[in-house]
């Protein structure tokens, strides 16, 4: 389940690495120990959102992409931070359950979704 919404341009600020979906479905996958090692260095503070990013897209989801784990930052404080557009997007909605487990589902739900609309590949969060 989705719903469309159109969002400011916001600043996201953490932990990135470069990786592939490819890669992510082997041992050598980057982005769940990139979540342990956001976790651990305990980069969460406050109360901004913590999200994952994903952005920088090669071409689309088969080719290689910039993830980035870390908070929502205010303007004044986005040097250093990723910059996600201001535009409308597709918003879904997940279950509780576990995070691994429900991020794949939704994944999945994008996937679909993308067969039927233009997905523009700028930024996923």
Known sequence: MYDIVILQKQWIKGLSVRTT???EQTNERKI???WQQFF???LCGGHAPVIGLYS????DENGAYLFTAGQLVDQQLAQDAKEIPGSTYARFQTRKGPIEE???ETWQQIW???QRYLRTY???F
């Open 21 to 23: 979906n490819e890669m």
């Open 32 to 34: 769940a120990p990139l």
């Open 40 to 42: 651990t260095q305990q």
């Open 56 to 59: 920088d897209y090669e071409k």
């Open 102 to 104: 429900v991020v794949f």
């Open 112 to 114: 679909s979704w993308d």
């Open 122 to 124: 700028t930024g996923d």
